[in-house]
């Protein structure tokens, strides 16, 4: 069973964004989309994770299509098994870096993973305000906050924008790892081409269309 499959989807905005995109994730499986600014991928990415509905087209999450789940059977699958690591950070920012992960920790019943900190080089900060914290620390908080609760979908938006070289590829290599170990998948947005080429898949978005790469 594929972990997300996604038929036909188009998208309008001003103008149309792209039209029959079809594609699907497999567990342990990474795929990169690439494409020029305003070219239409973080749509896709809201569509493929539920956040926004498509014109026309289905997506299904494991086996169900989405469109014909109840608000409270989708609500529960975003909270459980959906991960989403964008731009916009959507860290508590009354709050500090642990108890950010906290609130992950508790609502998913499952445990913080101080391992992970240390690799994610937050470890030490874990007691600052999240505003206290640089943009680069803010989205290594996002990305421990989203790995807390184990999800089972990983949608990931430009997620190295704000990193230096080093810490990017450690950043990403943690998540490889998880998908690896937790029989998880990944939808990475990027435009780094060097680092979608180390997904299983490649496509870019040009021209309205979807197209495979790799
Ligand atoms: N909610 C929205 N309402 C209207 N236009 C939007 C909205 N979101 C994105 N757009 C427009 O759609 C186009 C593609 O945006 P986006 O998906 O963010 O592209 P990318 O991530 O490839 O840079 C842009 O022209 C953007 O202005
Ligand atoms: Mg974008």
Redesign the pocket.
Known sequence: MNLLSAKNLSHT??YE?FSDVSLDLQAKESIAII??????????LNILSTLLTPNSGSVSLFGEDTSSMSKKRLAQIKRDELGLVFQSHYLFKGFSAMENLEVSAILSKKDIDDELLKRLKIYESMNQKVTELSGGQQQRVSIARVLTKQPRILFVDEPTGNLDKETAKEVMNILFEYIEQMNSGMIL?THDEELAHKCHKVFR?QNRELKELK
């Not at 494409?35 to 896709?44: A, N, Q, R």
């Open positions: 905005f001003e964004l494409g020029m600014s305003g070219s239409g991928k973080s749509t896709l947005v978005l």
